[in-house]
């Protein structure tokens, strides 16, 4: 069961967060958006105020968010917005429940699995969880959750983005640290995806830069990509408008 924000009317479009988020990050999203859609913006398992999962995964992650959808008695296929994790959750729901969707929008995110030394950096920051708590990784993410233009102008997403991470739970930041360390590689379904797809990224963004946002585009067939000036990771919250630009102009081309 996910706790999720619900807000508006029109075409369902759903937004799945980054690590070690929750549903939040999608303010900016959610309020410019809410007066032309139905937007779902759910807490991923173990995150925010969703309770944990026993066995997770981010096929049960996906899984969570079509039986979220069950749940709403939404029966339509919806638009999912995913960004970095959540983008690797809607590759997920894309592989497992095609007929569900309309739309995908895959921001700041990638296909391929993490290789053996991302595996043990995983394993590291498990470690270190465990041992100190949530905040103790979080000054260390930061610097690559963020471009230099938001590290340099504006302290207060910095901020933001510091109190967002720190308020998560460690056995949640734990169960999803496993759960990205050994997610399948989406490579070999890319060409399968047969909806409208948005390829979005931030220009300055160093976990999956604009050269890897440019590889998916090309392996998911008719997908467009759109590069966000002044923006990392968090593309959605560091240049909000030209995100919320990108994601406006293809919503209205496929509804
Ligand atoms: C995220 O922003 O969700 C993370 O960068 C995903 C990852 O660590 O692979």
Redesign the pocket.
Known sequence: MLISTDKGSGPVVVFLH??PLDRRMWLGQIESLADMYRVIAPDLPGFGDSPLLAQPSIDAFADQVAEHLDDKDISQPVTLVG????G?VALAFARRQPHRLAGLVLA?TKAPPDDPAARAQRDQLIATVRRAGVTAIVDAMLPK?LGSSTQHARPEVVAATRQLASSQRSEGVIAALQA?RDRPDATPHLQQIAVPTLVLVGEEDT?TPPSIAQSLAQAIPGARLVVIPQAG?LANAENPTAFNDGLLTFLTGIS
């Open positions: 980054a690590f960004l970095s994790m959540g690797y700041d959750l990205l976990i990771h």
